[in-house]
């Protein structure tokens, strides 16, 4: 099956492939699409690739992202080039409130969240314009520098799945739900040692190594909102164990921002739990 794959969807040095994607995540449903990539566009690795998906939930499109990338492979040696632009839409993004309360019933009067951390469970609409710019220096084998800096526009709205935001939260008390546009730098030291076990894997798919990350950014508030810092720490592991890939990744993460829930965007805010709770 592998052979029929890669002779189907990739050229017959597996440089170039053109080939379908699919994913599946429990509570959103399957989105599907294709992805183009070119891993030695002039020769010295250097990488274009292309991505369309949807999905679908409850027959509604919930999710659609449009996605394009460019780097410099080894091109340059030790320092690597590298640009995106993506669009994501995503119709029932989930929100719990911000602060440590457990999760309760829906209330008849609105919550402000700044004031109040009520957890009630509601859905809003997300949608993101974003391009970017990175460099990358490996100052010695599996230490790296790297600045980014991106620009991004935010769009928002209530969801027609399940409890909409703003009926159970005051959107006064939300930070950037009329939308806001931002400016993005950062600057990242990471020890990274994460490879793809085999040539014939995905080269974007880690399954060996590890990594460690610091990472410290400013945002800018285009519109004239407040700007902040924001800060993280990543640990990650990668344990093989059979072709596949079979393996087992550990992951350890923390994240922290100045500024207050008043003039952070409340989609801005350091996540707990991973992308479901906040």
């Not at 890669?6 to 699409?33: C, E, M, Q, V």
């Not at 590890?210 to 407040?226: F, N, P, T, W, Y």
């Amino acid at each position: 099956l592998d052979e029929v794959y890669y002779r189907t969807f990739y050229n017959a040095d597996r440089t170039i492939g053109l080939y379908p994607t699919g994913t599946y995540a429990s509570g959103y449903g399957i989105t599907a699409g294709a992805r183009f990539s070119d891993h030695q566009l002039f020769g010295a690795g250097e990488l274009v690739a292309l991505q369309a998906t949807t999905g679908e939930i409850d027959g509604e499109s919930y999710h659609d992202s449009l996605r394009a990338q460019l780097d410099t492979g080894h091109r340059l040696g030790r320092v690597q080039l590298a640009t995106e632009a993506s669009f994501d839409r995503r119709p029932n993004d989930p929100f719990y409130g911000i602060g440590n309360a457990d999760l309760t019933a829906p209330r008849s009067a609105p919550v402000d969240p700044r004031t109040d951390d009520l957890a009630i469970s509601a859905r809003y609409r997300y949608q993101e314009s974003r391009v970017a710019a990175y460099a990358d220096a490996r100052l010695v084998d599996g230490v790296h520098a790297r600045l980014a800096g991106a620009l991004a526009d935010h769009r928002f709205a209530p969801s027609s799945t399940g409890v909409a935001i703003d009926e159970v939260y005051a959107p006064a008390g939300l930070t950037g739900w009329t939308g806001f546009a931002n400016a993005y730098g950062e600057l990242e030291l990471r020890l990274d040692t994460r490879r793809r076990a085999s040539l014939w894997e995905p080269r974007d798919l880690h399954t060996e190594g590890s990594l460690a990350a610091l990472s410290i950014g400013r945002v800018h508030e285009l519109d004239g909102g407040a700007e902040f810092w924001r800060g993280s720490a990543e640990l990650q592991h990668f344990i093989r164990f059979a072709t596949g890939p079979r393996l087992l990744a550990l992951r350890a993460r923390g994240e922290a921002g100045s500024g207050s829930t008043s003039a952070v965007p409340f989609s801005e805010l350091p996540m707990l739990g991973g992308g479901d709770c906040r």
